[in-house]
């Protein structure tokens, strides 16, 4: 990874053994090769280089109108790219119509065929692929015992609940055994508890099956939760790909930081470098960071909340001091959150885990604190 | 609370039906219940109130379905009913071959260019319908537009007008909008992802098709069909002015009973049959319709 990355803990992911774009010779799944796309004068994606691995969970996270359903609709068929190259296993797909991709999408409103069974709707690919009845039948029951639909192969799709319906879209792509599952903001029409659920579920069939999945979503906790690595999207192109500690924990520049997760900016000059240690002059004040950049350049400094120590009283000792009063907070049950005034005007975003039922001196609004971080905790960003 | 509130709002719907179905249909049913007689209106028996009670009996008593006997004993009502059923069907047929395509292509069309098409549709509705009818002569006549297209390209000239062939051609150019409407309304509130989803799991584009947007289309097709067919079966006016003498439609033979044979009981008798037919597949539709609901 980067040079910033190297001097940190290593960073893991959900499977830390299961990296193959380190392997140099991995060969991926899916190469998007310098890819663009424009509708009329609206640019939609320019010049994505992406490659995707055999048994992934890839997320591609982004604002609406980033890019990133676009570039999933490439890879399904559904639209041409205006340049580059899209391959799979190896092979330019370009001039393959959706119907002969082995890629399959599960779609945003699940698009459930609404005059067929729910076994009708699943039976659909197979059907298509031209499997025998029985096996076909087989199948179909497979799929339903897998989604946890077993008997409600007769019901129309209308019968059934959003999340049942969310269950035969899913069951409905797998079916055929695509190379590649696209799922298009899967859980947005769930509430959130069940989203969770969902999520995990997920996580667990896409291990069971070992099918590569590719999700998009703009949903970053969502993505955090699923993926083995995230491609964070900003106006058509890839802002970071990684895995979601790497990107939470190691941003390249300030959109992505402040896109996944809540973060503070400390914008100023550098003054003094001491070995991994650079000093930064900004108008919030001095402070200490580990990070690579030279005397004289302009950086920003990006702390997280969490990262970000709140004391009711003036500490000795720690480095990087604040001091302000506690403008507004928000309990959140795990976590409280303080909107800290360390400026008029200028205010600091700090967490706190509520690690005790019971707190000798609960802070409230106007209580004056102090705020700290380490060194280690801040992400010099250059740009 | 709700029913009383929405209670007067109901009953609108009902006293319409009253007004102008149920009443109209009665007098109708009643007139193919009396007989013909030399007098103004010429039909017997007529209520005598005068007379009160025995006047009402006398009156119901003398009702009969003798005229409904005369019917099956002329081969002619039978042969023309058959006739109007199959020139309606032959024209619904065509309406659905015609139609299909037109409001399908129309519902493909970017959204801007579907308004100006589904316009250019309703268009000769503001042309009077009899002038538009009368057109048609002009075009089919022997020495008509058609035949001189026909002699241009050095083709032999075709002699329809006065046929049934003329009657299915204006049956189908009058009814056409009521075929492509409602089968385009069906058409273009089909969810696009749908022949996506159907794509994307291996279907060609016309398999696309034929497994999802036709089975979809098909409460729109019955809706277009039966609006077509419904009133073609006992249309007049179209067979009147295009077909010839041997073109037998019921409508035509309604009018000749009524207008020519003063035979008012025949008419309506006619007429009642043609409706107790036609209930037929307003029920079908129902059923079907209901099928889709559940």
């Known amino acids: 990874?980067?040079?910033?990355?190297?001097?940190?803990?290593?960073?893991?992911?959900?499977?830390?053994?299961?990296?193959?774009?380190?392997?140099?010779?991995?060969?991926?799944?899916?190469?998007?090769?310098?890819?663009?796309?424009?509708?009329?004068?609206?640019?939609?994606?320019?010049?994505?280089?992406?490659?995707?691995?055999?048994?992934?969970?890839?997320?591609?996270?982004?604002?609406?109108?980033?890019?990133?359903?676009?570039?999933?609709r490439m890879l399904a068929g559904f639209e041409t790219p205006d340049g580059g190259r899209l391959m799979l296993e190896g092979r330019d797909i370009q001039a393959d119509p959706p119907h002969r991709r082995p890629v399959h999408m599960m779609f945003q409103a699940y698009a459930l065929f609404p005059h067929l069974s729910v076994a009708q709707n699943i039976a659909f690919g197979l059907r298509r692929q031209g499997l025998p009845k029985a096996q076909i039948a087989a199948r179909v029951e497979e799929m339903l015992a897998l989604v946890k639909l077993e008997g409600l192969g007769k019901r129309r799709p209308d019968q059934l609940s959003g999340g049942q319906k969310q269950r035969v879209a899913?069951?409905?792509?797998?079916?055929?055994?695509?190379?590649?599952?696209?799922?298009?903001?899967?859980?947005?029409?769930?509430?959130?508890?069940?989203?969770?659920?969902?999520?995990?579920?997920?996580?667990?069939?896409?291990?069971?099956?070992?099918?590569?999945?590719?999700?998009?979503?703009?949903?970053?906790?969502?993505?955090?939760?699923?993926?083995?690595?995230?491609?964070?999207?900003?106006?058509?192109?890839?802002a970071q790909v990684g895995r979601p500690a790497e990107v939470y924990e190691t941003p390249v520049d300030r959109y992505v930081a402040g896109f996944i997760g809540d973060v503070n900016l400390f914008e100023g000059k550098v003054a003094a470098t001491n070995g991994p240690i650079l000093r930064l002059q900004s108008d919030d004040g001095v402070f200490d960071a580990e990070g690579a950049a030279a005397v004289g350049d302009h950086v920003w400094l990006a702390v997280r909340p969490e990262k970000i120590?709140?004391?009711?009283?003036?500490?000795?000792?720690?480095?990087?001091?604040?001091?302000?009063?506690?403008?507004?907070?928000?309990?959140?049950?795990?976590?409280?959150?303080?909107?800290?005034?360390?400026?008029?005007?200028?205010?600091?975003?700090?967490?706190?885990?509520?690690?005790?039922?019971?707190?000798?001196?609960?802070?409230?609004?106007?209580?004056?604190?102090?705020?700290?971080?380490?060194?280690?905790?801040?992400?010099?960003?250059?740009? | 609370m709700r029913a009383g509130k929405s209670a007067p709002a109901a009953i609108l719907p009902f006293l319409w039906l009253a007004l102008f179905f149920a009443f109209p249909f009665i007098l109708v049913a009643k007139l193919s219940l009396s007989e013909t007689a030399l007098a103004m209106p010429p039909y017997a028996p007529r209520l005598d109130w005068s007379q009160g009670l025995a006047g009402l009996k006398a009156f119901f008593t003398a009702l009969d379905g003798e005229t409904y006997g005369r019917l099956t004993k002329d081969s002619l009502y039978l042969a023309a009913y058959l006739s109007s059923l199959r020139i309606a069907a032959t024209g619904t047929g065509l309406l659905l071959l015609i139609g299909y395509p037109i409001a399908y292509g129309i519902s493909r069309c970017p959204p801007s260019v579907r308004q100006a098409l589904v316009m250019a549709v309703i268009l000769p509705f503001w042309t009077s319908f009899?002038?538009?009818?009368?057109?048609?002569?002009?075009?089919?006549?022997?020495?008509?537009?058609?035949?001189a297209a026909l002699a241009t390209l050095g083709l032999p000239p075709v002699d329809?007008?006065?046929?049934?062939?003329?009657?299915?051609?204006?049956?189908?150019?009058?009814?056409?909008?009521?075929?492509?409407?409602?089968?385009?309304?069906?058409?273009?509130?089909?969810?696009?992802?749908?022949?996506?989803?159907?794509?994307?799991l291996g279907a060609t584009p016309l398999k696309a098709f034929w497994q999802v947007t036709f089975p979809l289309s098909i409460p729109g097709a019955a809706a277009g069909a039966l609006l077509c067919f419904i009133p073609m079966a006992g249309e007049f006016v179209i067979p009147d002015l295009?077909?010839?003498?041997?073109?037998?439609m019921l409508g035509k033979v309604i009018w000749t009973e009524f207008f020519a044979n003063r035979d008012w009981p025949a008419a309506s008798a006619v007429a009642i049959v043609l409706l107790a037919t036609l209930v037929v597949p307003i029920l079908l539709f129902e059923r079907q319709q209901a099928k889709v609901l559940s």
Request: proline share 6%.
């Open chain 1, 1 to 72: 990874m980067t040079d910033r990355a190297q001097h940190r803990p290593q960073i893991g992911g959900i499977r830390s053994s299961f990296a193959p774009w380190e392997d140099p010779a991995a060969r991926p799944l899916v190469r998007f090769d310098g890819v663009s796309k424009a509708f009329g004068d609206t640019v939609a994606v320019t010049g994505v280089d992406l490659s995707i691995y055999e048994g992934e969970f890839f997320a591609l996270l982004g604002p609406s109108g980033c890019g990133k359903t676009t570039l999933m």
């Open chain 1, 170 to 238: 899913l069951a409905r792509a797998i079916a055929p055994r695509p190379r590649i599952l696209l799922l298009d903001e899967p859980m947005a029409a769930l509430d959130k508890k069940l989203r969770e659920e969902t999520q995990f579920e997920l996580m667990t069939l896409q291990q069971t099956l070992g099918m590569t999945f590719m999700i998009v979503t703009h949903d970053q906790d969502e993505a955090m939760v699923v993926a083995d690595r995230i491609a964070v999207m900003r106006e058509g192109r890839i």
């Open chain 1, 309 to 383: 120590a709140v004391y009711p009283e003036a500490p000795g000792g720690p480095r990087n001091l604040l001091a302000g009063k506690i403008l507004d907070y928000g309990y959140l049950g795990d976590w409280t959150t303080y909107l800290v005034e360390i400026a008029p005007g200028r205010t600091i975003r700090a967490a706190r885990a509520n690690a005790t039922r019971v707190v000798d001196r609960p802070l409230g609004c106007g209580d004056p604190v102090w705020l700290s971080f380490a060194p280690s905790s801040a992400v010099v960003l250059t740009k």
């Open chain 2, 130 to 147: 009899l002038i538009r009818i009368y057109a048609w002569i002009a075009i089919l006549k022997p020495a008509g537009i058609l035949n």
């Open chain 2, 160 to 200: 329809i007008l006065n046929t049934e062939t003329a009657v299915i051609l204006g049956l189908v150019y009058a009814y056409l909008p009521f075929m492509v409407l409602p089968l385009y309304a069906m058409l273009e509130r089909q969810d696009e992802s749908l022949i996506e989803a159907a794509q994307d």
């Open chain 2, 242 to 248: 295009l077909g010839g003498s041997d073109t037998l």
